[in-house]
Structure formats: structure tokens, C-alpha cells
């Protein structure tokens, strides 16, 4: 896959107008932004101006918009802009803001893509992330709604807007890219039903809401200032609040979603839920101990010192930490390429756990070992107490082991150890044995 390099604003660019909900006229200024910084929005109303980071950790409403909030500062419906940021391809802006909430414009997000183009796009020199799907992720709302992300080399939504009325469903299926988005999504507008008018009304929602900028469909008719963009508006408008709503997961995405009866409440739990899936897909790929490199730490040629181990018997690369005399912490990155994963077992490789226990044993050497009166001796196993295995170890894991030396007596050692996969116990139990 050719390198991607992330992008902000060539220049500052700014709108004015009427919000959706409160009424209020807002200017919003669209500014460049450094590598890694995502979508900021900023208050420029308040007292010390407050910024929000536009995370999916930060939603705390979704009731007909999505709201982020941090503290006590809140920006209501975000989602137009960042559809706008996200489906033109900028990746990182400063939004500065003299109110609560972005201007609804006509209720699409074609003022938003006019206001980017104004102020252009530049390539940064920091490479660009993604996160691509290895597996569904899936999650399920209300009413039978779902959305579920599959692996896909781009990034594609195929959407079925459905409704309580039974009437204007709707289909859309695309991969989508700036031009698309530009041409084909940015223009379609928000949408309400007739009886939902009043009850927003009575919540002091919608008080900027108009058939200019909202169409309000009444049974099989569609009431609109001007005739229908496209004859799938709808849906397409679904699609709109998707790539904004999942902008609020900041990892570009290499996935195919599928999704019906989609929702800000959905969206934004899906959001969610990349986040957490990426958290652990990270995880798996450093353990959360961030191994150290400093005083006390052993890399695998230090413990090859004191170990007589080799391979393919050496079940510690690199000890991480000691604490004192009696515990440490050590490391093994597990692959496919161990030579037991030949026979345990064909098509379902597993580490066997009495080489986990082995791990445990070694370190707990090592505790004994490194002391300058066992330097050259050997160490033997006694016996294996309270042995548990939690969960399987497979290529791909790194075990951390840590032991405990709790009792030393001559030439006879007794620690117990615990073996865990990110930050999960997967085998634990007591050893004793003698050095000689």
C-alpha cells in the first residue's frame, strides 16, 4: 500500500448563519491544524475559549444531532462539518466558533464543502494511520437497527434507510471517495417527519429548523422547498451522518460497513466501538507494560549469561524489571514460528501451557541465579503447585511473566508466577526447585 501522508487547510476559511436548534447566528472559522491533531472545535464565546476534541469518548447527546462536550463546554451537531472534513480528506482542523453550534446552512453538508474548498487542502509530512478491519465488529440497536464494519481495501457504506411508516425505504451502496462525496452525499439534506415537529418543538430543539433547510415528510408526501436532489436523498443524507458521526473515531478506516436503520445513537456506539477495537489491536501489538529500557532490565544476550537455556528452550527474550531481590518481570514474544506450533496443533496453533509454567521457572531462575554465589549452577525443577491455565496462548501474543521469590533456603527456591496477554491472566501457579 503506497504511503498516504496526513492533510489540514491550505488557509483559514469562515462561514455565517442560522443554527438548527437554537436559532442563534453563528460565524465559524475552519483553520489549519498540525499532524495529529484531529477535528478541535473551539469556543470563542466563553471565557478563556474551551476547546472539544471531537472523540467518540466525548459524545454525550445524539438526540436528532450529535453533541460532544468536554467539562461543561458542549458543541451541538457536529456532524455536517466533520462529513464535510472527513469526505473531502482533511484530516486535521481547527474549528473556531462564537456559539454553541455550527450553522445549518441548507441542511446538507454542501455549505461545508464549499467552505473546505475555500480554504483548500495541504499534505503534511506525518504519514497517515488506518485502521483496517481484520474481523467484524458488529453492533445492534433498537427497532432491528444494526451496523456491522467487515474488511474491505477502501472504505465503503452500503446503508438501507427503513422507517416506523413503512414508506420511502430506501438503498445506497458505494465506495466512498472525495469526488463521490463532493458530488454525491454532500448535497443531500436532513430530513424530519411531520409528527416529530412538534414534540422537538417542545423539547426547545429545531427552533432554526425550516423547509429551507430540512425537508419534513407528512405520510407519502414529501413536503421541500425545492424538488428532491437525488430520488435515494434520503438515504444518502443517512450516509452524510455515518461519515460524520464516525469521523469521531480518528483512525481512517479500511472497512466495508453495513448498516440498516442507521441513527446518531448508532453511529456514535459504533464509533465507540472502533475505538475500543483498535485500543485492543494496539495492545496486541506492545504490552501495556511499554517495555522498559533502563537500570535493572536484561536483554535476551544478559539473560543468555545466566540462563544455560538455548534454543529452541529459551523461553525468555528480555527481562523487563526487577524489584528488589525477590521479584521480577520478564517477556516472550510468542510467534508462529516456535517449533511446537508444528504438532500443537495443525491448523490451530496453541503454546502449551507446561511451557508457560517453563517461563515462569526460568525467570524465577534468573532471581536466583543472578545472585553471585549461584553464578554457573543450574537450576532444577522440584515441583509444580496450584497450576492454572486461564485462557489460550496463541502466535502473535506477548507473555509477560512475572514472579515472585517467596522463599530461599540453601540451594532450595520456592516463587509463584502468573503469565498474562494484555494485562489478562492466562496461566498462574507455584514452583520449587534446587540449584546445584
Known sequence: MPLTLQTTLEREASIKGSTLHTGNTVHLTIKPAPADTGYIFKRTDLPDEPTVHALADNVKQVERATTISEGSVKIHTIEHLLSALRGLDIDNALISMDANEPPIGDGSADPYVQLVEKAGRRELETPRAYFEVKEPISIEGKDGSFMIALPDDGFRISCTNANHTGLHTQYFSQEITPELYREGIAKARTFVFYEEVQP???????????????????????????????????????????????????????????????????????????????????????????????????????????????????????????????????????????????????????????????????????????????AGRLGFFMSADNIKFRRPVMPGDTLIIQVELVKSRGKIGKAVGQCTVNGEVVSEGEMTFAIQ
Open 200 to 374: 422537538l418543538l417542545d423539547k426547545g430543539l429545531i427552533k432554526g429548523g425550516s423547509l429551507e433547510n430540512a425537508i419534513v415528510i407528512r405520510g407519502d408526501k414529501v413536503l421541500s422547498k425545492e424538488p428532491m436532489r437525488f430520488s435515494d436523498e434520503f438515504v444518502r443524507h443517512k450516509v452524510l451522518d455515518i461519515i460524520g458521526d464516525l469521523a469521531l473515531f480518528p483512525i481512517r478506516l479500511k472497512a466495508h460497513i453495513i448498516t440498516a436503520k442507521p441513527s446518531h445513537a448508532l453511529n456514535t456506539e459504533f464509533a465507540k466501538a472502533l475505538t475500543r477495537h483498535h485500543r485492543k489491536y494496539l495492545n496486541q501489538l506492545m504490552p501495556v507494560e511499554n517495555i522498559p529500557v533502563g537500570e535493572g532490565a536484561l536483554d535476551v544476550n544478559q539473560v543468555m549469561r545466566i540462563l544455560p537455556h538455548r534454543y529452541p528452550f529459551l523461553m525468555v527474550d528480555r527481562i523487563l524489571k526487577f524489584e528488589g531481590p525477590t521479584r521480577a518481570t520478564g517477556a516472550k514474544s510468542v510467534t508462529i514460528n516456535e517449533p511446537y506450533f508444528q504438532g500443537h496443533f495443525p491448523g490451530h496453533p496453541v503454546m502449551p501451557g507446561v511451557l508457560q509454567v517453563e517461563a515462569m521457572a526460568q525467570v524465577a531462575s534468573i532471581l536466583l541465579l543472578r545472585k553471585a554465589e549461584n
